[in-house]
């Protein structure tokens, strides 16, 4: 089933009741409401007008425990959110995911009448360079929540439970900016995930996240498409700029192709215009395919791409993460076999309307685009980044050598899958 979203350009906010920098909403069932506050009933759906309300499926009616979304419109930016999740009548597990399935927290675990507040800042942005300028996204992205007018929200769980939420604009944390392809970008679908969507979850309310990679990208062409200009047009000094590109410019032929040319020429042109802006320029060398041999070990299949983003980190003195290492090891960590439990690999049948076996040995599912994060934060801790400052407290230092178990790992579905393959490979 593929979900049906509005999709439009700058629409003004309904400042009658929401102000430009501050959205504070009460979706408890008391009578009384905090000043300053709105109160959110099931019968607030969103609307344009309106600006605010319950979004893309029911609301919730308290009875049962089905995942649901909550859009505000907003102007493009960084905002803290707070999410005070828990019920006065029952035990709740909350899982709190923003835009395109971007994760920051998951089985927070609240008591009868107990609370918890989930902090965590989120990046909002639309299609707008300038008035004559926009992104030229893809058809296929015209219905993703990365690209409208609203900042949207979704509490799934095993009872998922939000009493209120604080919305307020920032300008003062640092930003990472996430450039790449389909296995960087935030997947709209189940079973599809991809490590820029999980990364979020790791760290603190005091960095962004702002995922700007789409699927089937070259460094090339996502500068064509004005993705950079885009991410440009918000980058301030002390932000930084993580590059991991390779899959598909492999495939680009003809002459002035190549690794030691146009895809060596685009990523100078990225760390170019980031150091102008005073930001930090990050290298990250492609993700392994699940690519065994005879032998049970990855063989290489990015032909000279990794090396010459290395020599490249090396010429210019720019940090590099080589995740292209790392997950070699994760993967020949797992085996053969046991490997396919962090990709795309499901029987027919597993989720709705696929009628064919999944078998992709490319795109991740949540369990492994979440070890693929830690592995990034790992090559973060390497280079002694220091936004690794912000990491979360329950983070645990991780070896890919020795993998989390794919059976202990706990994911809650989104309501809405996809049963065609992500562009690129």
Request: hydrophobic residues 35%.
């Amino acid at each position: 089933m593929k979900k049906t979203l509005l999709f439009g350009m700058a629409i003004a906010i309904c400042t009658s009741t929401l102000s430009a920098q501050s959205y504070k909403f009460d979706f408890t069932n008391s009578k009384k409401v905090k000043e300053g506050y709105i109160k959110v009933t099931s019968a607030d759906r969103y609307s344009e007008d309106k600006g605010y309300g319950y979004d893309l499926q029911a609301s919730p009616d308290g009875k049962t425990n089905a995942p649901f979304f909550f859009s505000v419109q907003v102007p493009d930016g960084n905002y803290h959110v707070t999410a005070v999740v828990g019920n006065k009548k029952k035990a709740s597990i909350t899982c709190v995911r923003g835009e395109s399935r971007r994760l920051f927290f998951e089985g927070i675990a609240t008591g009868k009448k107990k609370f918890a507040n989930c902090e965590f800042t989120i990046n909002k942005r639309n299609t707008r360079i300038s008035d004559k300028e926009h992104v030229r996204i893809k058809a296929r992205e015209r219905g993703k929540l990365n690209w409208d007018d609203k900042l949207t929200f979704e509490f799934n769980g095993e009872w998922p439970a939000l009493s209120e939420l604080v919305i307020e604009k920032v300008e003062n944390v640092p930003t990472i900016f996430l450039c790449g392809n389909s296995t960087v970008v935030d997947q709209d679908y189940e079973p599809w995930a991809s490590w820029g969507q999980i990364i979020p979850r790791f760290f603190n309310d005091q960095v962004c996240f702002a995922n700007y990679a789409e699927s089937g990208e070259s460094a090339n062409t996502f500068i064509a498409a004005g993705r950079l200009k885009k991410a440009l047009s918000q980058m301030k000094k002390g932000d930084y700029i993580f590059m991991e590109f390779g899959h598909n410019d492999q495939k680009q032929k003809g002459p002035g192709k190549g690794a030691y040319y146009s895809y060596m020429t685009s990523l100078k042109t990225f760390i170019d215009e980031a150091r102008a802006r005073g930001a930090h320029p990050v290298l990250v060398t492609p993700t392994q395919r699940r690519s065994f041999g005879p032998d049970g070990k990855i063989k290489d299949t990015h032909e000279d791409y990794p090396e010459a983003m290395r020599w490249l980190a090396a010429k210019e003195n720019i940090p590099l993460i080589d995740l292209n290492e790392m997950t070699r090891t994760f993967y020949e960590a797992m085996g053969v076999e046991e490997s396919k439990k962090a990709f795309v690999h499901y029987p027919a049948g597993t989720y709705p309307n696929q009628t064919k076996d999944f078998a992709d040995n490319t795109h991740f599912n949540p369990y492994g685009a979440y070890e693929i994060a830690k592995c990034i934060i790992e090559g973060m801790k390497k280079l002694n980044l220091p936004i690794i400052q912000h990491l979360r407290e329950d983070y645990v230092t991780y070896n890919p050598a020795q993998p989390d178990d794919w059976n202990t790992f706990q994911w809650y579905d989104s309501p809405f899958t996809e049963t065609e393959k992500p562009d690129g490979n």
